[in-house]
């Protein structure tokens, strides 16, 4: 899963980069985005854990990817990354794992 971001300026943390927080969430979203575009289920996350690599810009385009890595039926384990969009750079990458809501 691939994902656009711009992550607006009033979710700066330090000059020109974005808050930790703001960064965990966008991770968060995509990583639950990757669940659900492979699984077809909704999902709550269980556990999530953040690596900060580079700061990452804000008002700057950037992508965000995100795919499943193991299912063990009652939960999923996904991984993925925020990086600059020209270059590929890692900014950030996540480990979680989610929990599907039964339908």
Same mark, same amino acid.
């Given at each position: 899963? +691939?994902?656009? +971001?711009?992550?607006?300026?009033?979710?700066?943390?330090?000059?020109?980069? *974005?808050?930790?927080? +703001?960064?965990?969430?966008?991770?968060?979203?995509?990583? *639950?985005?990757?669940?659900?575009? @492979?699984?077809?289920?909704?999902? /709550?996350?269980?556990?999530? @854990? /953040?690596?900060? /690599?580079?700061?990452?810009?804000?008002?700057?385009?950037?992508?965000?990817?995100?795919?499943?890595?193991?299912?063990?039926?009652?939960?999923?384990?996904?991984?993925?990354?925020?990086?600059?969009?020209? @270059?590929? *750079?890692?900014?950030?990458?996540?480990?979680?794992?989610?929990?599907? +809501?039964?339908?």
């Amino acid at each position: 899963m +691939i994902s656009p +971001i711009i992550i607006p300026r009033q979710y700066s943390g330090p000059p020109g980069a *974005a808050h930790g927080g +703001i960064v965990a969430a966008y991770l968060d979203e995509v990583l *639950a985005a990757a669940v659900v575009r @492979t699984t077809a289920q909704t999902a /709550v996350t269980g556990e999530l @854990t /953040v690596r900060y /690599v580079k700061p990452v810009p804000v008002e700057t385009p950037i992508i965000g990817r995100g795919s499943l890595v193991a299912d063990h039926g009652r939960y999923v384990d996904v991984e993925g990354r925020l990086e600059e969009l020209g @270059t590929g *750079a890692v900014l950030a990458t996540a480990r979680a794992r989610f929990f599907p +809501i039964p339908s």
